[in-house]
């Protein structure tokens, strides 16, 4: 089966803490690609890293940063000193060839207060 | 340049109307999507263009016709809709099937209201 968990349905920080926000993920295949969205109260999807089975590199960009770890199939994504602005509900998806859907988890409403 | 426009942003209509959706990306992306999105859930597929040709139909009520006129263009033609319908209508386009993934850009959204 393919699915993507985010056990986290909500997660509430004060400004400047870090959050981490869990991904787990089941498939099969070999060859898969892993992604997170940001999802603002505006509607937008916005897409924020895109992450091939290959490639177990972990990134950072800023204050975001994604552990990729095969071994537990987990793409975890740590937002440092948090800011109001991240307040969004974020997707991890799953994805296997070109055109076809992305398998969302069920997404985790981030909430930073200042 | 990573923009996909949606138009309208906001739509209501009652269950005997027509209306359609309009999606355009200038990004040269030959394959383009159409997701429908309930409050606190995930998008879910509904449609796929690729190359202008409809490839992916997820089992989607025939009250929804996709067309697709060119390729930075995809609408979503909308008649007899029922108030189960009401949702946020997400477009995206990628770059286009070449045997790997690519990443989807999406749209703002239509919020739509059938009354």
């Known amino acids: 089966a393919q699915k993507v968990t985010q056990a986290q349905t909500e997660i509430s920080v004060v400004e400047k803490e870090d959050v981490t926000l869990d991904c787990v993920y089941e498939t099969r295949d070999t060859t898969y690609y892993l992604f997170w969205y940001k999802q603002p109260p505006s509607g937008e999807l916005v897409f924020l890293i895109r992450?091939?089975?290959?490639?177990?590199q972990n990134e950072i960009s800023g204050r975001y940063s994604w552990n990729f770890q095969k071994s537990t199939s987990s793409f975890n994504f740590t937002i440092t000193a948090s800011q109001v602005v991240d307040s969004a509900v974020y997707f991890c998806?799953?994805?296997?060839?070109?055109?076809?859907?992305?398998?969302f988890g069920k997404g985790t409403t981030l909430s930073v207060s200042s | 340049d990573t923009e996909v426009t949606q138009t309208p942003k906001h739509l209501v209509m009652g269950m005997t109307n027509k209306k359609s959706l309009k999606c355009e990306q200038h990004m040269g992306h030959r394959a383009m999507y159409w997701y429908k999105q309930k409050a606190k859930k995930p998008p879910e597929l509904m449609f796929v263009y690729s190359y202008e040709k409809l490839s992916i139909n997820e089992s989607v009520p025939s009250r929804f016709s996709p067309e697709c006129p060119n390729s930075s263009l995809l609408n979503l033609h909308l008649h007899a809709l029922q108030p189960e319908d009401s949702a946020l209508y997400l477009c995206?386009?990628?770059?286009?099937?070449?045997?790997?993934?690519?990443?989807?850009?999406f749209g703002p959204g239509t919020r739509l209201l059938v009354l």
């Open positions: 992450r091939n089975s290959f490639d177990e």
């Open positions: 998806a799953l994805s296997f060839q070109a055109g076809t859907a992305l398998i």
């Open positions: 995206a386009s990628s770059q286009g099937p070449r045997g790997i993934q690519e990443t989807q850009y």
